[in-house]
């Protein structure tokens, strides 16, 4: 068995605040002595607007949130402590025209050894209520990142809203996943209504373990590093998000959730990852000896 933390924050859009929290959640996942940390989707900021987030956006050799992790990670592994994480950040797109949103792997070097673009973007419009047009400034991606091999088993990446598309799971769990993860930040409305059923659903589906790392509370959406700097006010909230991050196991049970208590609360949650468990699963349950390919038409 292998201990995971997964955690959760309420950024801002200073990517600087972003990541000193990162950093103590960092220090926290070293704490509880797991090998890897889950951070949520857009944790190096959010953004009052689209075009906003266009200014934000910074390369990952430029990204004060970015570098804060990198260099935590690297003065850990220098005094033989190692830790891998994983978090959901923004990257300029090569059109300049919208940003990317990925997730991004870290070894213990503080390296990026992995990075996924979310290929599902939140594009709804409810007659009478919200619109939401995530891809107005989101790039999407076009591929599914092959699981890679980690200290708790193999991950499979995903990001918020591909949680309501079950092919991204299935498919993850061919290529032999033993972990997905996505990192999100739901609304308060979508999570309170199917946040643990969805995450329940897809880890029964695949038959895996699911790190659901999320946002919380109310988010400050507009400072910047350079504002925070100068001590100017800080802002009256402008977006919410559900929290409750959760690690569910195989048998779609939730082994861990961070307390809604205190909603601005920075926290982590941590479980073992337990893959005598998921083969026992598995094996009582053959799903991926039983598949139709041949009826439904195609083999995810």
């Known amino acids: 068995m292998v201990l995971i933390a997964a955690g959760q924050l309420s950024s801002t859009s200073s990517l600087k605040k ?24 857009a944790s190096d900021y959010i953004a009052k607007s689209q075009e906003f987030s266009k200014e934000l956006a910074k390369h990952v050799d430029e ?33 300049g025209n919208r940003v990317l949103n990925t997730s991004l792997w870290f070894n213990p070097r503080g390296e990026i ?31 599914v990142v092959a699981p890679f091999s980690s200290p708790a088993g193999n991950v499979g990446l995903a990001i918020c809203y591909d949680l309501r598309f079950p092919e991204i799971a299935l498919r993850l769990r061919t290529l032999g996943a033993d972990i997905l993860s996505f990192p999100s930040a739901f609304t308060q409305r979508t999570g309170a209504a199917h946040w643990h059923l969805l995450g329940r659903s897809r880890a029964i589906d695949t038959q895996c373990y699911v790190v ?3 946002q919380t509370g109310g988010h400050v959406t507009s400072i910047t590093d350079d504002s925070d700097a100068q001590g100017l006010a800080i802002e009256a909230p402008t977006r919410f998000s559900y929290g409750h991050t959760i690690i569910v196991d195989p048998w779609g049970t939730i082994i861990a ?15 073992d990852i337990d893959l005598e468990h998921l083969t026992k699963v598995r094996t009582n349950m053959p799903l991926w000896n039983q598949r139709r390919p041949d009826v439904f038409g195609y083999d995810v």
Request: hydrophobic share 40%; aromatic share 4%; proline share 6%.
């Open 257 to 271: 959730e961070v307390s809604d208590i205190d909603p601005q609360a920075e926290s982590i949650c941590v479980a």
């Open 63 to 95: 990204s004060p949130f970015v570098q804060a992790i990198s260099s935590k990670l690297r003065q850990l592994s220098s005094a033989g402590v190692d830790l891998e994480v994983n978090v959901g950040v923004h990257e300029p797109s090569k059109e």
């Open 113 to 143: 050894v992995h990075r996924y673009q979310k290929v599902h973007l939140f594009d709804v419009e409810i007659p009478g209520g919200a619109i939401i047009k995530e891809s107005q400034g989101v790039e999407p991606g076009n591929s």
């Open 18 to 41: 972003n990541g000193e929290v990162a950093v103590r959640l960092i220090e926290r996942a070293v704490k509880a002595n797991a090998k890897v940390l889950f951070l949520p989707e």
């Open 212 to 214: 659901m790392a999320a």
